[in-house]
């Protein structure tokens, strides 16, 4: 690892676990962190949950594991570049897709309405408030506390947004909502990385599937500017390759384009600690004109990749997977697994949200034909 510049997040300087631990002997905290994350189940179940494609389209496409390892990648060299703590902002990127549902955005936005409709006073559902949930609670690995007992700037990072109605019930890790300051640099870049990786291996997956072409492309401006480089400097090179040269290029140009702005932010606030850059404002972001070009990426990528209507067709079967299985486990608990059953309607909301969140995309679809088709194995 890279010096450490002033204003990173040190380990020995960490605001320590939920649940006091002796410190790790061959490792420093924010590594102990990574580790408990990769070893964790909700981690591996990412394998089998969707970016955009559902699972068992395709052996190629993303999913939420191989995006959180780009994701992750991405982040570091940032970090390197910028003097930061690589090994927690590698933990936040690994962690940031763990409370994610099966099915994407699409299943997420679905178990939202399901909690509001069903159990209004609950809190309703969002991926990153569960992400912290997975972390502090849910998995079950040690025999002293639940959840993977993660150092505060770890789970700092993991909880992007909230509102400030959960922000008050969170404590420590809630306050920056109250206080409008901001979280670490290390969570602030991978929360970039997050948005650099995704939407360039987007890109990719949309063209190998054949919803986008490459004529389409054209009307992207950070596409199209890189696209042409390529094929000056290759002109009979093959479309496939064409395309790999083409977002690596953009992937760097994106990167270089952070790690330069940022470094003029940061030398222009001045921070002279981890603390005093959390109330500097936010401090890693793209330039202007890249900032647009990313921008209008986005937008197109909505509109003609995640509005594509081969893509909403899955998406409004995922919607209805998600939507029948709280339906039937809300109006009757006894078909749950014993360890989702509670008591109190809206506990049991959450513990219902909880185990579907966990589901990976085949899970939930043969558990689905478990609860609705006749003749199925129980």
Same mark, same amino acid.
């Given at each position: 690892?890279?010096?450490?510049? @002033?204003?990173?997040?040190?380990?020995?300087?960490?605001?320590?676990?939920?649940?006091?631990?002796?410190?790790?002997?061959?490792?420093?905290?924010?590594?102990?962190?990574?580790?408990?994350?990769?070893?964790? !189940? +909700?981690?591996?179940?990412?394998?089998? $949950?969707?970016?955009?494609?559902?699972?068992?389209?395709?052996?190629? =496409?993303?999913?939420?594991?191989?995006?959180?390892?780009?994701? +992750?990648?991405?982040? &570091?060299?940032?970090?390197?570049?910028?003097?930061?703590?690589?090994?927690?902002?590698?933990?936040?990127?690994?962690?940031?897709?763990?409370?994610?549902?099966?099915?994407?955005?699409?299943?997420?936005?679905?178990?939202?309405?399901?909690?509001?409709?069903?159990?209004?006073?609950?809190?309703?559902?969002?991926?990153?408030?569960?992400?912290?949930?997975?972390?502090?609670?849910?998995?079950?690995?040690?025999?002293?506390?639940?959840?993977?007992?993660?150092? =505060?700037?770890? %789970?700092? !990072?993991?909880?992007?947004?909230?509102?400030?109605?959960? *922000? $008050?019930? /969170?404590?420590?890790?809630?306050?920056? =909502?109250?206080?409008?300051?901001?979280?670490?640099?290390? *969570?602030?870049?991978?929360?970039?990385?997050?948005?650099? @990786?995704?939407?360039?291996?987007?890109?990719?997956?949309?063209?190998?599937?054949?919803?986008?072409?490459?004529?389409?492309?054209?009307?992207?401006?950070? =596409?199209?500017?890189?696209?042409? #480089?390529?094929?000056?400097?290759?002109?009979?090179?093959?479309?496939?390759?064409?395309?790999?040269?083409?977002?690596?290029?953009?992937?760097?140009?994106?990167?270089?384009?952070?790690?330069?702005?940022? @470094?003029?932010?940061?030398?222009? *606030? @001045?921070?002279?600690? +981890?603390?005093?850059?959390?109330?500097?404002?936010? /401090?890693?972001?793209?330039?202007?004109?890249?900032?647009?070009?990313?921008?209008?990426? $986005?937008?197109?990528?909505?509109?003609?990749?995640?509005?594509?209507?081969?893509?909403?067709?899955?998406?409004? $079967?995922? %919607?209805?997977?998600?939507? #029948? /299985?709280?339906?039937?486990?809300?109006?009757?608990?006894?078909?749950?697994?014993?360890?989702?059953? %509670?008591?109190?309607?809206?506990?049991? +909301?959450?513990?219902?949200?909880?185990?579907?969140?966990?589901?990976?995309? &085949?899970?939930?679809?043969?558990?689905?034909?478990?609860?609705?088709?006749?003749?199925?194995? /129980?």
């Amino acid at each position: 690892m890279t010096e450490l510049a @002033a204003y990173a997040c040190r380990p020995g300087q960490s605001r320590g676990r939920r649940h006091p631990e002796p410190a790790p002997g061959n490792r420093n905290a924010f590594q102990r962190d990574r580790d408990r994350i990769i070893h964790a !189940g +909700a981690f591996r179940r990412l394998e089998y $949950k969707t970016q955009v494609f559902i699972n068992h389209e395709g052996d190629l =496409f993303r999913t939420r594991l191989t995006h959180s390892l780009e994701v +992750a990648q991405i982040a &570091r060299v940032l970090a390197r570049s910028l003097g930061l703590n690589e090994d927690l902002t590698e933990a936040i990127a690994l962690a940031h897709d763990l409370g994610h549902t099966p099915f994407g955005h699409a299943g997420q936005d679905e178990l939202n309405a399901c909690m509001r409709e069903f159990a209004p006073d609950a809190g309703g559902f969002e991926h990153n408030l569960q992400s912290l949930r997975v972390v502090d609670e849910l998995e079950e690995r040690y025999a002293l506390f639940n959840g993977l007992n993660l150092c =505060f700037e770890t %789970r700092e !990072g993991i909880l992007k947004h909230c509102s400030l109605a959960h *922000a $008050k019930l /969170l404590g420590e890790v809630g306050e920056r =909502f109250i206080a409008r300051t901001q979280p670490s640099l290390e *969570a602030q870049l991978a929360n970039l990385a997050d948005e650099i @990786a995704y939407n360039n291996h987007d890109i990719d997956d949309g063209l190998r599937s054949g919803l986008l072409t490459v004529e389409q492309m054209q009307a992207v401006p950070i =596409f199209a500017r890189h696209y042409a #480089e390529v094929l000056q400097a290759w002109p009979d090179i093959a479309q496939r390759r064409a395309v790999s040269e083409t977002i690596r290029r953009m992937i760097n140009t994106l990167i270089t384009d952070v790690t330069v702005t940022t @470094a003029a932010l940061l030398a222009r *606030a @001045a921070p002279v600690d +981890a603390d005093a850059a959390r109330r500097s404002g936010p /401090l890693v972001a793209f330039s202007g004109a890249i900032r647009q070009e990313a921008d209008d990426l $986005k937008k197109f990528l909505f509109e003609n990749l995640y509005r594509h209507f081969k893509v909403m067709r899955m998406t409004n $079967k995922a %919607r209805r997977i998600v939507r #029948e /299985l709280f339906s039937a486990f809300i109006h009757e608990p006894r078909l749950l697994p014993p360890d989702y059953r %509670r008591g109190d309607d809206q506990v049991q +909301a959450r513990a219902i949200a909880d185990y579907i969140a966990g589901m990976t995309d &085949r899970y939930a679809i043969r558990e689905h034909h478990r609860l609705f088709q006749m003749g199925d194995h /129980l």
